[in-house]
Protein backbone atom coordinates (compact mmCIF):
# COMPACT_ATOMS: atom_id res chain seq x y z
CA UNK A 1 0.00 0.00 0.00
CA UNK A 2 1.68 3.34 -0.74
CA UNK A 3 0.16 7.25 -1.30
CA UNK A 4 -1.13 7.24 -4.94
CA UNK A 5 -0.41 11.22 -5.65
CA UNK A 6 0.71 14.61 -4.42
CA UNK A 7 3.80 15.76 -2.15
CA UNK A 8 3.89 11.79 -0.15
CA UNK A 9 3.77 9.99 -3.50
CA UNK A 10 5.26 6.76 -4.21
CA UNK A 11 5.94 6.64 0.21
CA UNK A 12 4.66 3.02 1.31
CA UNK A 13 2.76 3.20 4.41
CA UNK A 14 3.10 -0.08 6.81
CA UNK A 15 0.08 -2.03 7.58
CA UNK A 16 -0.52 -4.98 10.15
CA UNK A 17 -1.12 -8.36 8.61
CA UNK A 18 -3.44 -9.62 11.76
CA UNK A 19 -5.38 -6.69 12.32
CA UNK A 20 -8.85 -7.91 10.25
CA UNK A 21 -7.81 -4.90 8.25
CA UNK A 22 -9.23 -4.45 4.60
CA UNK A 23 -7.24 -1.62 3.22
CA UNK A 24 -8.88 0.81 0.67
CA UNK A 25 -7.10 -0.37 -3.15
CA UNK A 26 -4.86 1.99 -5.29
CA UNK A 27 -7.45 1.78 -7.53
CA UNK A 28 -10.23 2.36 -5.33
CA UNK A 29 -8.26 5.28 -3.24
CA UNK A 30 -7.21 6.72 -6.62
CA UNK A 31 -11.06 6.90 -7.78
CA UNK A 32 -12.47 8.52 -3.90
CA UNK A 33 -9.79 10.96 -4.61
CA UNK A 34 -10.90 11.67 -8.35
CA UNK A 35 -13.84 12.16 -7.65
CA UNK A 36 -13.00 14.54 -4.86
CA UNK A 37 -11.33 16.53 -6.66
CA UNK A 38 -14.24 17.24 -8.85
CA UNK A 39 -16.56 17.53 -5.94
CA UNK A 40 -15.26 18.92 -2.84
CA UNK A 41 -14.48 22.60 -2.43
CA UNK A 42 -13.44 22.95 1.45
CA UNK A 43 -9.88 20.42 1.76
CA UNK A 44 -8.75 22.67 5.20
CA UNK A 45 -10.09 19.91 7.83
CA UNK A 46 -10.19 16.45 6.71
CA UNK A 47 -11.44 13.45 9.49
CA UNK A 48 -10.69 10.43 8.20
CA UNK A 49 -12.83 8.15 10.64
CA UNK A 50 -12.56 3.99 10.91
CA UNK A 51 -9.02 5.52 9.96
CA UNK A 52 -7.62 1.68 9.94
CA UNK A 53 -3.76 2.51 8.40
CA UNK A 54 -5.00 5.99 8.06
CA UNK A 55 -3.87 5.89 3.98
CA UNK A 56 -7.55 7.64 3.50
CA UNK A 57 -6.55 11.02 5.48
CA UNK A 58 -2.69 10.55 4.60
CA UNK A 59 -4.17 10.53 0.89
CA UNK A 60 -5.74 13.73 1.35
CA UNK A 61 -2.53 15.25 3.29
CA UNK A 62 -0.21 14.08 0.39
CA UNK A 63 -2.94 16.15 -2.39
CA UNK A 64 -3.11 19.30 -0.48
CA UNK A 65 -5.49 19.13 2.93
CA UNK A 66 -3.90 21.00 5.71
CA UNK A 67 -5.52 19.27 8.59
CA UNK A 68 -6.65 15.48 9.42
CA UNK A 69 -7.95 14.16 12.20
CA UNK A 70 -7.42 10.38 12.40
CA UNK A 71 -10.17 8.18 14.39
CA UNK A 72 -9.58 4.77 15.30
CA UNK A 73 -10.27 2.62 18.34
CA UNK A 74 -7.43 -0.23 18.08
CA UNK A 75 -4.17 1.19 19.98
CA UNK A 76 -1.83 -0.93 17.78
CA UNK A 77 -3.33 0.78 14.82
CA UNK A 78 -2.86 4.49 16.50
CA UNK A 79 0.88 3.90 16.79
CA UNK A 80 0.84 2.57 13.27
CA UNK A 81 -1.12 5.57 12.15
CA UNK A 82 1.35 7.64 14.07
CA UNK A 83 4.73 5.67 12.23
CA UNK A 84 2.87 6.13 8.62
CA UNK A 85 2.25 10.09 9.33
CA UNK A 86 6.09 10.61 10.53
CA UNK A 87 7.25 8.43 7.27
CA UNK A 88 5.50 10.47 5.25
CA UNK A 89 6.00 14.18 7.00
CA UNK A 90 2.93 14.72 8.21
CA UNK A 91 3.20 14.88 11.62
CA UNK A 92 2.67 18.13 12.21
CA UNK A 93 -0.61 18.68 10.36
CA UNK A 94 -2.64 16.29 12.01
CA UNK A 95 -4.31 14.74 15.50
CA UNK A 96 -4.66 10.70 16.00
CA UNK A 97 -7.44 10.03 18.55
CA UNK A 98 -8.12 6.62 19.90
CA UNK A 99 -11.31 6.12 20.14
CA UNK A 100 -15.06 4.80 18.76
CA UNK A 101 -16.66 6.50 16.08
CA UNK A 102 -19.83 7.57 18.05
CA UNK A 103 -17.64 8.90 20.78
CA UNK A 104 -15.65 10.86 18.20
CA UNK A 105 -19.17 12.27 17.25
CA UNK A 106 -19.94 13.30 20.47
CA UNK A 107 -16.65 15.22 21.59
CA UNK A 108 -14.88 16.59 18.09
CA UNK A 109 -15.88 20.11 17.85
CA UNK A 110 -14.68 21.49 14.35
CA UNK A 111 -16.16 21.47 10.81
CA UNK A 112 -14.68 19.25 8.15
CA UNK A 113 -14.86 19.68 4.50
CA UNK A 114 -13.94 16.42 3.96
CA UNK A 115 -14.67 13.34 6.14
CA UNK A 116 -14.17 9.84 5.13
CA UNK A 117 -15.39 6.75 6.46
CA UNK A 118 -14.02 3.13 5.72
CA UNK A 119 -16.22 1.22 8.72
CA UNK A 120 -15.43 -2.31 9.58
CA UNK A 121 -16.57 -4.56 6.29
CA UNK A 122 -20.51 -5.20 6.02
CA UNK A 123 -20.92 -3.00 9.28
CA UNK A 124 -24.58 -2.75 9.53
CA UNK A 125 -23.99 0.66 11.91
CA UNK A 126 -22.95 2.10 8.77
CA UNK A 127 -26.30 3.53 8.57
CA UNK A 128 -26.85 5.07 12.09
CA UNK A 129 -23.10 6.57 11.98
CA UNK A 130 -24.02 8.48 8.60
CA UNK A 131 -27.19 9.44 10.29
CA UNK A 132 -25.89 10.99 13.29
CA UNK A 133 -23.04 12.55 11.34
CA UNK A 134 -24.69 14.13 8.73
CA UNK A 135 -26.64 15.64 11.51
CA UNK A 136 -23.66 16.96 13.55
CA UNK A 137 -21.56 19.62 14.13
CA UNK A 138 -18.96 18.74 12.48
CA UNK A 139 -20.36 19.61 9.24
CA UNK A 140 -21.50 22.26 6.99
CA UNK A 141 -22.52 23.49 3.55
CA UNK A 142 -19.60 22.90 2.12
CA UNK A 143 -18.41 19.20 3.27
CA UNK A 144 -18.07 16.21 1.59
CA UNK A 145 -18.85 13.12 3.22
CA UNK A 146 -17.79 9.85 1.25
CA UNK A 147 -19.11 5.96 2.38
CA UNK A 148 -16.63 3.22 1.73
CA UNK A 149 -19.63 0.12 2.18
CA UNK A 150 -20.16 -3.05 1.15
CA UNK A 151 -22.53 -3.64 -1.87
CA UNK A 152 -24.33 -5.79 0.87
CA UNK A 153 -25.00 -2.89 3.18
CA UNK A 154 -26.77 -0.63 0.98
CA UNK A 155 -27.14 3.07 1.71
CA UNK A 156 -29.52 6.08 1.89
CA UNK A 157 -29.73 8.60 -0.89
CA UNK A 158 -30.08 11.17 1.73
CA UNK A 159 -28.53 11.58 5.08
CA UNK A 160 -30.13 14.44 6.65
CA UNK A 161 -29.37 17.33 4.82
CA UNK A 162 -27.16 15.09 2.66
CA UNK A 163 -27.24 13.99 -0.56
CA UNK A 164 -25.78 10.94 -2.13
CA UNK A 165 -24.70 12.95 -5.70
CA UNK A 166 -21.68 9.60 -6.69
CA UNK A 167 -22.09 5.82 -5.98
CA UNK A 168 -19.13 3.44 -7.65
CA UNK A 169 -18.61 -0.01 -7.15
CA UNK A 170 -15.41 -1.96 -8.08
CA UNK A 171 -16.16 -5.85 -6.79
CA UNK A 172 -17.93 -5.87 -3.47
CA UNK A 173 -17.01 -2.51 -2.70
CA UNK A 174 -18.64 0.86 -2.92
CA UNK A 175 -18.25 4.07 -2.56
CA UNK A 176 -21.19 7.22 -1.60
CA UNK A 177 -20.61 10.22 -1.67
CA UNK A 178 -22.57 12.83 -0.03
CA UNK A 179 -23.04 16.74 -0.19
CA UNK A 180 -25.29 19.34 1.56
CA UNK A 181 -28.62 19.35 -0.66
CA UNK A 182 -30.34 21.77 2.07
CA UNK A 183 -34.11 21.79 2.74
CA UNK A 184 -35.84 19.20 5.29
CA UNK A 185 -33.90 15.73 6.62
Known amino acids: MRVIAGKAKGHRLKSLRSSGLRPTSDLLRGAIFNMLESTATDWSRVLDLYAGTGALGIEALSRGADWADFVE ?5 CNLIK ?20 KALSILKDKYGILLLD ?6 SVTATA ?19 SKRVPLQERYGKFKQIKNI ?9 YQYAGGEP
Open 119 to 124: PPYADP
Open 73 to 77: RNPRL
Open 83 to 102: ENLKHTGFAEQCAVYRMTAD
Open 131 to 149: EKLSCSRLVGEDSTIVIEH
Open 169 to 177: RHGDSCVSV
